[in-house]
């Protein structure tokens, strides 16, 4: 059996993976930006000409780089946000490969995702945010796709995923704008001055479909939110039906 740990921002995923990898020892939990073999957030995807590039001019962190870099056929991966340096300039240039945000071409990202669905042969693994956060966010933000196209893709993702044993976990957030509260306060430097949120608006705000829709800032994020987790709930229920669980944000139990 194989999990995948689903919802907003601040939900309770990486709580919830850890009370499940504490209740499954023998399993393997990938915590988001770490490698996985079904996904690539917070991971740059390069050609071998581009990471020997990267080798090449990164020089004081050649050996990080190398020591969280993964081979995969004719590419390679760095989880670049597990290297630690000093130098901004380096996370700002390895994120330019990731493969979300518009970066890539929908046909090229379509493929990229299915295929490592489909190749993906692993058991025993507790997933963080691998099946709907990134794409979702990825096509509804900076593809503006509609509603149905992104369910007509979340098909062909069931169909990639025939034959492998996994079940959703995802977590309801019935309170949102509480929930962001809760992160902003937590999600601080040491002088108390806040870290996540501003980058989350940011994010925003920048973001097509917030501009053509004239949303900004912390009430549009929150009109957002409340349809991505719509649309993710949808997913969810329709399309994998009998794969997966919906659990009450902060109030469930595991069995």
């Known amino acids: 059996m194989n999990y995948f740990i689903e919802g907003l921002q601040g939900s309770g995923k990486s709580t919830l993976v850890r009370k499940l990898a504490e209740k499954h020892p023998d399993m393997k939990a990938v915590m988001e930006g770490e490698y996985s073999p079904v996904e690539l957030a917070w991971c740059a995807l ?15 962190l050649k050996d990080q780089i190398i020591e969280k870099t993964y081979k995969e056929g004719e590419s390679r991966i760095v989880c670049y946000t597990k290297v630690v340096s000093e130098d901004r300039a380096f996370y700002h240039e390895l994120e330019e490969h990731e493969i979300y945000n518009g970066r890539t071409a929908l046909d090229k990202f379509r493929e990229i995702v299915l295929t490592r669905y489909r190749n993906w042969q692993g058991d025993g693994s507790i997933f963080e945010c691998s099946l709907l956060q990134n794409t979702v966010e990825d096509m509804l933000l900076f593809r503006d796709l509609p509603d149905d196209a992104i369910m007509d893709f979340y098909r062909e993702v069931r169909s ?8 959703i976990f995802y977590i309801e957030t019935p309170d949102i704008a509480e929930n962001l509260n809760v992160i902003r306060k937590e999600r601080v430097d040491r002088e108390g001055n806040e870290l996540w949120f501003p980058m989350m608006l940011e994010y925003f705000n920048r973001s ?3 501009i053509r829709r004239s949303l900004k800032d912390l009430d549009g994020l929150l009109k957002h939110l409340c349809h991505r987790q719509e649309l993710e ?23």
């Open 160 to 167: 990639a995923l025939e034959g492998k044993e996994y079940e």
């Open 208 to 210: 097509p479909y917030a």
């Open 46 to 60: 390069l050609t071998e000409e581009q990471y020997a590039d990267v080798l090449d001019r990164w020089t004081v």
């Open 233 to 255: 709930l949808r997913i969810c229920r329709e399309i994998f039906a009998g794969k997966a669980k919906v659990l009450r944000s902060k109030t469930y139990e595991l069995n």
